[in-house]
């Protein structure tokens, strides 16, 4: 392997562009699910549950176990064998689980491109899409190369979007006890 391609795997982790383009699928697709007050959009309630759905995306393996132990078809995630050998993308064991310290800001750039909409309900981030952050999405979505990825966050909105963020952290460690053994900051490589 050239340390070329090693250098431009690190270099698109690092972009974040790719990652906006997947929180926009994943938000596209937990978009039709439910219309929030607050937001007057449809939203996924939690930076924390946000990060877990993404968190399934990111690990497919991990979103295959998560419908085995739902008693759902694992084989719809179409896992390639070379998801089960390497993880490309970076997250580390956190308090609340698989967490990305970016998620934070890549909502910040999203709110700021107008592309979502961000309100506080108690102490919850509602993250809802805007009008024109559907119509990325819904452009994105479109697109050839993401069709996996968006195959896969419907199949994760449908699995588990209807949980809380609590007992979505709670059910992630159930399917991947392994997770609950790791130390905080631990980088996860399952």
């Not at 759902?72 to 967490?99: A, C, H, L, N």
């Not at 050839?144 to 419907?154: A, I, K, P, Q, Y």
Request: a positive charge.
């Amino acid at each position: 392997m050239s340390l070329r391609i090693v250098k431009a795997a690190a270099d698109s982790e690092n972009e974040d562009d790719l990652h906006l383009a997947r929180l926009l699928i994943l938000l596209g697709s937990a978009d039709a699910r439910k219309t929030t007050p607050i937001t007057k959009a449809r939203a996924i309630e939690g930076i924390t549950k946000l990060a877990k759905m993404d968190f399934l995306l990111r690990y497919p393996t991990c979103l295959e176990r998560v419908l085995a132990t739902l008693n759902r078809q694992p084989e719809d995630v179409e896992v390639k064998d070379r998801e089960r050998t390497s993880i490309e993308t970076k997250m580390i064991r956190f308090r609340y689980g698989p967490w990305d310290a970016r998620y934070r800001r890549w909502l910040g750039l999203l709110s700021s491109r107008d592309l979502v909409r961000l309100a506080v309900e108690g102490n919850t981030v509602v993250i809802g899409l805007t009008v024109s952050g559907r119509e990325l999405a819904e452009t994105i979505k479109r697109n050839g190369l993401f069709s996996e990825l968006v195959r896969r966050s419907d199949l994760t909105v449908r699995a588990v979007g209807s949980m809380s963020a609590t007992r979505l952290k709670d059910f992630i460690y159930e399917a991947i006890p392994e997770i609950t053994d790791m130390k905080w900051g631990e980088e996860i490589t399952l």
